[in-house]
């Protein structure tokens, strides 16, 4: 199975700081790389898929780059509502595993 | 619009089953996968597998074979999921998703989740 780590597991940031998350897979996955944003109690929303395709409707301060084994989902500029956790999926080969997760906190 | 309605919530003894349905609207059934992801409390998300409701196939993590069912209703337009087996750590939330089209497997849209407390 593809392995799939984030870094880092949780980050402070405030309102307007731009900020970076990482996802590292064991194995290439060329450009099979997805981003999603889950908040408490609800389910995960598609933010970006393919590494750097913007899914419809997401907000542009959004975006994600990489290819092969090292990814990064960046918001440029963070809003209220972007304070959640981010994960990261392989959809290369089954079984399409996730990360572990990083937590967005307010500092 | 595109929505995926699950079934309630299920409270099961350990040793049972669960049987947890899926049922779409505002596309065409046949014509995306469903996946099936689970969230114990408090943790990160656990892809189990997912069904082509067009032709029945299915592929699933190895962890689950063996004890999950993946199935499809076309007649009425719904995705099940069973899992046998139930134990403390398969309380969990589980979630269906559809995946989108073009190859690149992301899951566009979510169901809202099926809370399923495993307790003796």
């Given at each position: 199975d593809i392995q799939v780590t984030q870094s880092p597991s949780s980050l402070s940031a405030s309102v307007g700081d731009r900020?970076?998350?990482?996802?590292?897979?064991?194995?290439?996955?060329?450009?099979?790389?997805?981003?999603?944003?889950?908040?408490?109690?609800?389910?995960?929303?598609?933010?970006?898929?393919?590494a750097s395709s913007l899914q419809s409707g997401v907000p542009l301060r959004f975006s994600g780059s990489g290819s092969g084994?090292?990814?990064?989902?960046?918001?440029?500029?963070?809003?209220?509502?972007?304070?959640?956790?981010?994960?990261?999926q392989q959809s290369y080969s089954s079984p399409y595993t996730f990360g572990q997760g990083t937590n967005l906190e307010i500092k | 619009q595109v929505q995926l309605v699950q079934s309630g919530a299920e409270v099961k003894k350990p040793g049972a089953s669960v049987k947890v349905s899926c049922r779409p609207s505002g596309y065409a059934f046949t014509g995306y996968y469903i996946h099936w992801v689970r969230q114990a409390p408090g943790q990160g998300l656990e892809w189990m597998g997912r069904i082509n409701p067009n032709s029945g196939d299915t592929n699933s993590a190895q962890k689950f074979q063996g004890r999950v069912t993946m199935t499809c209703d076309t007649s009425i337009g719904t995705a099940y999921m069973e899992l046998t087996g139930l134990t403390s750590d398969s309380t969990v939330v589980y979630y269906c998703a559809r995946e989108m089209r073009g190859g690149v497997r992301g899951l566009d849209y979510w169901g809202q989740g099926t809370l399923v407390t495993v307790s003796s």
């Open positions: 900020v970076t998350f990482t996802c590292r897979a064991s194995q290439t996955i060329r450009s099979y790389l997805n981003w999603y944003q889950q908040k408490p109690g609800k389910a995960p929303k598609l933010l970006i898929y393919a084994t090292d990814f990064t989902l960046t918001i440029s500029s963070l809003q209220p509502e972007d304070f959640a956790t981010y994960y990261c | -």
